[in-house]
């Protein structure tokens, strides 16, 4: 299910960012949620602005790339008295020496192989290592893991399963490692509209109403539950003239897969 929710701290920008791979071929929403939801981007759409609505207190996310497309800041912006804007940072295929040690910042890392899409992130606040992530993705299986500093462990690691199987995405959520809870979780096609899907949450038997909505720029995919609503815009990254960077797959996969804690709806 999707990862999306009011979260002003370190975790929920990266993994919005990184979950945003290509739905420019996808005609059904559940295919839709499964790639969003991959945590493996495909270069082929990127984020572009998130919308949130909760009984009326309002906040957006606008996302600002580098000149090969890839994201390098991200604004957070709430209506709420006495806020200010927030920004998150992004680097690539680096080390520690680029931190500003300010603020939320995230070095991300390829860890793609022969046939498996893979992203690792590490988060750093004011320059204090939070934890890692690891998301891995092929066809129609998708898994996430993250593993917080030594400092947190004993605050949540968890791990993901997605399952794209026909029109029914079944999702698998370890929330707690140490404690064992888990759930699982549905998103079922609309069979009158291959654009509407609803999600099924095995915690509290709530229901999701999900709209995935194609335009002549891209798409966004918004998501309604009684007095909260989200809206997510996207823009597809193939009629964009910006350079392709060349992606070099490591020797190696980690041994270790790591997974954002994002606070979830």
Known sequence: MLMFGKCKHLF??????????????ANTCTEAMFRVNSFVNQDKARIDSS???????EWTYKYIYNTNGLSKQARYDS??????????????????TVL??????????NCNTQDTLCIQQKV???????GEQISKR?????????IPSLR???TGRWFTERILKNDTLFVIEYDNLITN????NLIVADSTDDFKCLEYRGDDNTVKSITYKPNEKGYSISIDERNFHSEFFFVNTDKMSFPQKTVKRPKNTPKTSDFILVDLY
Not at 138 to 146: D, L, R, V
């Open 12 to 25: 929920f920008v990266s993994a919005i960012l990184l979950t945003l791979s290509t739905m420019a071929s």
């Open 100 to 109: 500003k040690n300010k603020g939320t910042e995230y070095i991300i890392l």
């Open 138 to 146: 092929s066809t129609n299986y998708a898994i996430s893991e993250w």
């Open 124 to 130: 750093y606040h004011n320059g204090r290592y939070q």
């Open 51 to 57: 919308y949130f609505n909760d009984n009326e207190n």
């Open 152 to 154: 947190h462990s004993f």
């Open 181 to 184: 809870s888990v759930q699982k």
């Open 79 to 96: 209506k709420e008295e006495g806020s200010n804007a927030e920004f998150f940072y992004f680097y690539y295929d680096t080390t520690e």
